[in-house]
């Protein structure tokens, strides 16, 4: 389920056998109990209701099946400009901590599985994505081309050094209905 065509696009390219579905993942019409799992990657962060999103996922998975994540969350209280800007850039809503995930996901009644902080793992694969984004920025500028999104670019720059100072990080955790 994704808002985003294109998003689905690449999807159904990567999956052929998958079922995708262009909606808000708030509201979805799908019936209940029709899926073995719901899988979510980094896309929580720019829900505004993500225990109205775990709850649907719930509703929507068999007995047995299972949901598996991953997101951004902060493992410290972000500054009010730094949560401003990753609003203003990436459109990420206030972040949760791990374990107010964990909260989330059992309130909503699901059991989790497991935990994984991801923050070592993504550490450098933040820093190097960074450096091609700058790269790719720097040739289409050289070239006469737009560079792409400012607000975007400053709010990655500030999110790659949260991430490198760890007050943010990354976690990937499975529950099941």
């Not at 775990?54 to 400009?81: H, Y």
């Amino acid at each position: 389920i994704d808002l985003s065509a294109v998003q689905l696009a690449h999807a159904r390219a990567l999956v052929p056998d998958g079922t995708f579905l262009q909606a808000d993942v708030l509201e979805v019409q799908l019936p209940p109990a029709s899926f073995d799992a719901v899988v979510s990657q980094e896309s929580f962060c720019h829900i505004p209701d993500v225990k109205k999103a775990l709850a649907e996922a719930r509703r929507i998975l068999k007995t047995g099946g299972r949901l598996a994540f991953t997101d951004w969350v902060a493992n410290q209280p972000l500054a009010a400009a730094d949560a401003q800007l990753m609003w203003d850039g990436m459109a990420i809503q206030p972040l949760r901590s791990i374990p107010d995930y964990r909260h989330l996901i059992e309130s909503v009644g699901l059991k989790v599985l497991s935990v994984t902080d991801l923050t070592e793992e993504w550490r450098p694969i933040l820093k190097d994505r960074l450096a091609m984004y700058q790269r790719l920025r720097e040739e289409a500028r050289q070239s006469g081309t737009p560079v792409g999104h400012d607000a975007f670019h400053e709010s990655y720059i500030r999110f790659v050094d949260l991430i490198q100072e760890r007050k943010m990080g990354g976690v990937r955790i499975v529950a099941t209905k």
